[in-house]
């Protein structure tokens, strides 16, 4: 990034071009261009993965219930019961409730333990050594919006240096030390802009079906088994579950996700059901506990009833 802004701010547009009004366009968009790299890069870097709540953590007595127990099918149960009073739908893939054994954590839908980080990851996508970091619910927006802009510096830097990369390749221009930069600028914007395409095409994809890398990978499991398209509310809905309802703020690194990163809508889950868009307090009797699922979240007040 330092040497790309220094090629193209000093070698071409100071000491190459001579269009006065050329060199001040060019270095206008370039800066714009360039801080908003700069911006959604830096935020995918420093953002901190989001780990699960206190509420999904197990309690002290639960703790020492599993652990002094040695019946697998008891353990299981025990999880189970804990599980009832969380929002969670996903299972395992044996149909356990999904539990990390190293955070000692009841895992959340979509969560999952990144082995690198060390820690449960909320709506884990993938760790990006790129960004040496992972990216998942807290800093998705940003780590796609850092890849849209990258491709948008790359293609700038790409079609504006073209030109003077020909003249300088018919000779047209004296041989110097910019000719190297502007020659490998050109090279290196074409190589980032193809690599990084397929990466951003396949971002594209999973953000339309509201699908996580490792989603893509293994689909998540419910109570009906597993479905790849359990979260996908459609093309819309789920542009605004990563970048918010607000299209203003859509291409600025400032976080606007919806929800917690703890509960997500579910296909199957009408809106009147979902706990983040319901406004009032909803209680409702009956149905057996297996139907019910009771969320208590950060205000204990707050308690809500779901069929499953
Ligand atoms: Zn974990
Ligand atoms: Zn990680």
């Known amino acids: 990034m330092l040497w790309s802004y220094y090629a193209y701010v000093f070698e071409l547009c100071l000491f190459t071009i001579t269009n006065g009004f050329e060199k001040v366009a060019y270095l206008a968009v370039f800066h714009v261009c360039f801080v908003m790299f700069a911006w959604t890069y830096w935020k995918s870097i420093f953002t901190p993965p989001s780990q699960p709540s206190k509420q999904f953590h197990m309690s002290y007595s639960d703790k020492e219930r599993y652990e002094n127990e040695e019946r697998s099918e008891v353990q299981k149960q025990i999880l189970l019961d804990i599980a009832k009073r ?32 060390e820690m449960c990851v909320l709506k884990m996508d993938h760790h990006c050594p790129w960004v040496n970091n992972c990216i998942g619910f807290s800093n998705y927006k940003f780590f796609l919006l850092f890849l849209t802009y990258a491709i948008v510096y790359c293609v700038f830097i790409a079609s504006t240096v073209l030109q003077y990369f020909i003249k300088f390749w018919a000779g047209e221009l004296p041989n110097g030390h910019a000719k190297f930069h502007v020659l490998f600028l050109l090279f290196v914007a074409l190589m980032f802009f193809v690599s990084l395409m397929f990466l951003f095409g396949y971002h594209c994809w999973l953000v339309a079906k509201n699908r996580s890398t490792l989603e893509a990978f293994q689909y998540p499991t419910f109570h009906n088994g597993p479905d790849k ?9 789920n542009l605004q579950q990563v970048f918010g309802e607000d299209r203003k703020y859509w291409f600025i690194p400032t976080f606007t996700s919806l929800g917690d990163g703890h509960f997500f809508p579910m296909r199957f889950l009408s809106e009147s059901r979902n706990p983040l868009l319901a406004s009032e307090e909803q209680c409702e009797d009956g149905g057996s506990d297996e139907e019910n699922y009771i969320l208590r979240r950060g205000d204990p007040s707050v308690t809500i009833e779901l069929d499953a």
């Not at 739908?89 to 990144?114: E, L, M, N, W």
């Open 229 to 237: 398209n359990g979260f996908n509310l459609g093309f819309s809905k």
């Open 86 to 117: 969380l929002p969670v739908y996903t299972r395992a893939a044996s149909g356990a409730v999904r539990f990390c054994d190293r955070c000692q954590v009841i895992k959340p839908d979509r969560c999952h333990h990144c082995s690198l980080c």
